[in-house]
């Protein structure tokens, strides 16, 4: 997508300097900063403390640490290291393993002085498989936007409401949630955001900044307000991103969506999932007992962070000196609070039945 007319993706190889580039998202959408990834410890950095995030781009993120590790030593046991060390940064998105295990799968047989230039192209090849995931993902999601569209007085918007960043900064480009929005705004056709904030870490503002850059109309809300707007109407439409969704349709995503998903479904607003395929883990069912949940640092909540006066990035302490404090960072909505699966094949029932229709040969394996 654009920043100030320049086409960008989160994570880009330049040929010229034969680099891997990242946007370093700790500083948006305050200051837009570019770091160069050069060592397997600086890719597990990024990832760990979240200067990239999204399950999709965690994922390619790892794939290139992969591809530069192998540059460095391309020998069985540096193979096997990275897998380990890129593998501890995050537990809870199921792309990151997804991509480790193709990445090693792919590369084990071939002779040690063939593996740099092979994983850097799978790296390459797995960033725009990406691409054209989310692109697919817009395109099936354009078609539920417009039919509520054919529902509602010629002219009004669609108000969809998301949450935590599942945008193209959480993936190569595009986004998954925000493909859909992307795709109708660049049809003409008028839709509202409500962008919830998605404390601690607030990703919504970075869902804030992408839909504004897009001259998509859209209001930043604080996490409790999803519930109060969808009683009195002014919701049609949820539509999330996810970090591993179960063989049975169990969604993981970002702490608080499950609370969305419960106002929706007691106010009829329909619930729909953004799921790129990658992030199906078909070897668990129950996601709520099977998934790890990251349990991440009290001071993301203890904290807040923001641009102080003077324009320079601060933080200011919310919670009473010595509190203990609690910070899952993803939560899982049951299948029965989820209406659809948007994913690159089309869109499905959470349901083991209805991933069999767009997905045959995993169910059937
Ligand atoms: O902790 P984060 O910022 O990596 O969590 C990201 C989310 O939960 C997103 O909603 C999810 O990854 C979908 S990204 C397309």
Redesign the pocket.
Known sequence: MKVDGTHYRSIWYDTGTDEVRIIDQRWLPHAFKIVTLKSLESFATAIRD?WV??????GATAAYGMAEEMRRDPSDAALNMAWDVLHDT?P??I?LKWALDRCRTYLQPLAPANRADAAMKLAHEIADEDVEI?RMIGIHGLEIIKQIAAKKPAGEPVRLLT?????WL??VDW???TSPMYHAANAGLPIHVWVDE?RP?N?GALTAWEVGSHGINHAYITDNAGGHLMQHGMVDMVI????RTTARGDVC??IG?YLKALAAHDNGVPFYV?L?SP?IDWTVQDGVKEIPI?E?PGREVSHIQGVLADGSIGEAQVSPDGSPLGNP??DVTPARLVTGLITERGVCKASPEGLATLFPERAAA
């Open positions: 979240m995030r999204g399950a999709p781009l965690i995050r809870t998105a792309n989310n949450h935590c960043n599942a945008g959480a993936t986004g998954t949630a998605t870490r990703q999330t991103g996810t970090d995503n970002k969506t953004a790129p992030t990251e991440r960072a993803f």
